[in-house]
T-cell receptor
Framework: DAGVTQSPTHLIKTRGQQVTLRCSPKSGHDTVSWYQQALGQGPQFIFQ???????QRGNFPDRFSGHQFPNYSSELNVNALLLGDSALYLC??????????????FGPGTRLTVL | GENVEQHPSTLSVQEGDSAVIKCTYS??????FPWYKQELGKRPQLIIDIRSNVGEKKDQRIAVTLNKTAKHFSLHITETQPEDSAVYFCAASKGGSYIPTFGRGTSLIVHP
């Protein structure tokens, strides 16, 4: 049983470009959350998807957008990249959306470097 | 919104010693407090959690305590081993969303 997977592992972009990161949740999970982890910091919540809709959103600009597909996999899109967007982007999957706590399982992350 | 403070940022101990990491939170409505361990280059993994209806929880060498009145919670690791070396994150969340707000992390170094 595969856990949470993310692709790509590493990515280098230049300022102003756009990027798409992908996440496949753990088998049986239907909820995907995205986090940004800057170097030396804790993960910061970007948004959560459940039933193909954005259910919760953190304090991130609308340059950050996402999507969830019918098979529960998800994408994170970032437009007009800034140097400050360089970070490890973590995807976490869980079961049942919001309203009750179920353990989040993290993926290995995508390391994004913006030059 | 919730704010989680975590101390210390770095903790260096000798193998066999105990380690304590402390966190405070701001939102009195928070009722779920997970702790994650992140080894270098790896994903965060849940190691223990505590809900607001209990004051302490233990799992082998790891324990977590919660003081709701003071709004602080702590992670205790006894008989530390070199493989305990990692960054530890505390987090706080509450019912309705259970989206965790993370602390900034504590780098624990256990010297053999």
């Amino acid at each position: 049983d595969a856990g949470v997977t993310q692709s790509p592992t590493h990515l280098i972009k230049t300022r102003g470009q756009q990027v798409t990161l992908r996440c496949s949740p753990k088998s049986g999970h239907d909820t995907v959350s995205w986090y940004q982890q800057a170097l030396g910091q804790g993960p910061q919540f970007i948004f959560q998807y459940y039933e193909e809709e954005e259910r919760q959103r953190g304090n991130f600009p609308d340059r950050f957008s996402g999507h969830q597909f019918p098979n529960y996999s998800s994408e994170l899109n970032v437009n007009a990249l800034l140097l400050g967007d360089s970070a490890l982007y973590l995807c976490a999957s869980s079961l049942g959306g919001s309203g009750s706590y179920n353990e989040q399982f993290f993926g290995p992350g995508t390391r994004l470097t913006v030059l | 919104g919730e704010n989680v403070e975590q101390h210390p940022s770095t903790l260096s101990v000798q193998e066999g010693d105990s380690a304590v990491i402390k966190c405070t939170y701001s939102d009195s409505a928070s009722n779920y407090f997970p702790w994650y361990k992140q080894e270098l280059g790896k994903r965060p993994q849940l190691i223990i959690d505590i809900r607001s209806n209990v004051g302490e929880k233990k799992d082998q060498r790891i324990a977590v305590t919660l003081n709701k009145t003071a709004k602080h919670f702590s992670l205790h690791i006894t008989e530390t081993q070199p493989e305990d070396s990692a960054v530890y994150f505390c987090a706080a969340s509450k019912g309705g969303s259970y989206i965790p707000t993370f602390g900034r992390g504590t780098s624990l170094i256990v010297h053999p």
